[in-house]
């Protein structure tokens, strides 16, 4: 496993926080034939867990922890996009050298093109770890049976999750799902039941249905249920980890082996440093000003131009990131407009060099919920989908449509 000892560039020197430190044992994460000395692992998100964020995000994992601090998965992939040998698809599995151990996220509704897929993965020795994605809750993904109302189909569940394990032989097979479609057709324990059976290294759950989306507060009850229920292999817990004291207190209260890091760490990389120093017993966290903000910022537009091998694509990604890394910073809504709008990493540097940047960590303002989280929705899905939990012929034959256009997440 690659070591990253050095501070990433642009890091801040970590600060104590008061009332956090060594009453917090180590507490590494065993996956199959894998251990990691932070059991936490990023939640792939469209658009943002390429191998750029990954990257970041290990180094600042790094600091406090023995390896790179927990699982970085990629961003979902398609794996009928896969056999199609669609090329953006396969540069989202790209991975840099020092991403070990290598993780990919894969989705797919057949378990024939599932099973395919993670062999032409290992073929070209591309993982060391796979995951498998049961709980997107976008509607182009929902409407057509695929994502979190999959596992309503408890039959095809088991028979993409069987033939994903089959294929990957000693690589850990996990997967990510959510509570349910809705509280009146829970899935979750069903499903861990079923992994369990089947050969799964780990279940990650979403304390969330597909109908709640990212809105109000995660239901970690779910997550202790789940522990209670499946008993032979590991149960993460994902949803509103904001800091390292959530993770903490979610495997506190919950007894799940590791949790699942999502919105809480957009615009915010280091807070992988935080995780491993807390897990460690470390009361140091990092807490940025906006200079090293910035810095940090600038290093992402550096990676993300080594990822995409172009200074075009790889600025004009970054405008999504612009929001996030500045929230609660003294940087105004003009100013981020024009980050937002950057053409190439000089006219970047231009901007950035007008900044405050001897503003210091402005507190609260940074901390807490970002990212979307919207209002629940009843979730889109074919007509007849909850009728039963087996899968009709009609259904069987539309199934595939659920991963056309949707490569990457």
């Given amino acids: ?29 065993t996956i199959g034939n894998l251990t990691v000395d932070t059991p936490v692992m990023l939640a792939p998100m469209a658009g943002v867990t390429n191998m750029a964020f990954r990257v970041l995000c290990r180094e600042f994992g790094a600091l406090h922890s023995a390896d790179d601090g927990g699982l970085f998965p990629t961003e979902m992939v398609t794996t009928r996009a896969l056999l199609e040998d669609h090329r953006e698809s396969w540069r989202l599995l790209r991975m840099a050298e020092r991403e070990r151990p290598r993780s990919v996220q894969l989705y797919g509704v057949d378990p024939a093109v599932v099973r395919r897929s993670v062999e032409m993965i290992l073929e070209r020795d591309g993982a060391d770890h796979l995951d498998l994605n049961f709980g997107c809750p976008v509607p182009k993904v929902t409407r057509r ?35 349910g479609v809705d509280d009146d057709h829970l899935t979750y324990r069903d499903a861990g039941l079923i992994a369990q059976e089947v050969g799964a290294a780990a279940i990650s759950l979403h304390g969330r249905t597909v109908k709640e989306q990212y809105s109000g507060t995660a239901d970690w009850t779910s997550i202790a249920d789940l522990k209670q229920t499946v008993t032979d292999i590991p149960v993460l817990g994902n949803g509103d980890i904001w800091s390292a004291e959530d993770a903490v207190r979610m495997m506190d209260e919950t007894g799940a082996d590791g ?29 940025p000003g906006l200079g090293d903000v910035a810095r940090i910022l600038r290093r992402h537009a550096e990676l993300l131009t080594e990822f995409y091998e172009s200074e075009d694509r790889g600025v004009k990604d970054l405008r999504k990131h612009v929001a996030w890394y500045f929230k609660g910073y003294p940087v105004g809504g003009e100013m981020r407009r024009r980050l937002a709008t950057m053409e190439s990493l000089a006219d970047l540097d231009a901007k950035l060099a007008e900044l405050d940047l001897e503003a210091p960590y402005p507190g609260a303002g940074v901390e807490g919920p970002r990212g979307r989280s919207g209002h629940p929705r009843n979730a889109t899905v074919p007509t007849g989908w909850m009728d039963s939990r087996a899968l009709t012929d009609e259904h069987r034959e539309r199934l595939h ?9």
């Avoid at 890091?11 to 180590?26: D, F, K, L, Q």
């Avoid at 449509?401 to 997440?409: N, Q, R, V």
């Fill in 1 to 29: 496993m690659t070591l990253l000892n050095d501070a990433p560039p642009g890091a801040p020197a970590p600060t104590s926080a008061p009332g956090h430190g060594t009453e917090v044992p180590r507490r590494p994460l």
């Fill in 145 to 179: 049976g695929g994502g979190g109302v999959l596992p309503w189909k408890d039959e095809l569940f088991t028979r993409i999750l069987r033939a994903a394990v089959e294929a990957a032989g000693d690589v850990p097979v996990t997967l990510k799902t959510r509570k």
């Fill in 259 to 287: 949790v699942v890091v999502g919105r809480g760490c957009q615009g915010r990389p280091w807070l992988f440093a935080d995780l491993a120093a807390a897990f460690s017993g470390s009361a140091e966290r990092v807490r």
């Fill in 401 to 409: 449509e659920a991963e056309l256009d949707i490569s990457g997440g």
